[in-house]
């Protein structure tokens, strides 16, 4: 069972799942700060790198199956034509002007 995503609380978070899900890497790049970092799997990445090689090039897609935290930790079935399906957890900092900080997924 997944969550619509018009249903995720934080509407920062709700943008960055729709701009995945939609292939927008525009739009993903206006819900981020100029200076949001990321890690995957507990390691820093290079942010404009790892957007192309996990969501864009590879289209990513992210269904969210539960969402707590304010809705700034989501548990997500990730896939993309890399690496398939997954299950995967996210944290998402947002600024108090409504933008995404830092981001961190892994394995769930």
Known sequence: MT???G????PAVR??????????????????????TMADDGSDRDLAQWIDREIFSSRGRMDVVNESNGGHDLVVNYRNDTYGEMRTRWHFDVTDDGHISRFETGQA
């Not at 249903?7 to 934080?10: E, I, N, S, V």
């Open 7 to 10: 249903k995720l609380t934080d």
């Open 15 to 36: 943008a960055f799942v729709n701009a995945v899900n939609g292939g927008d890497e525009q739009a993903l790049q206006t819900i981020l700060t100029d200076d949001a």
């Open 3 to 5: 969550i619509q995503t």
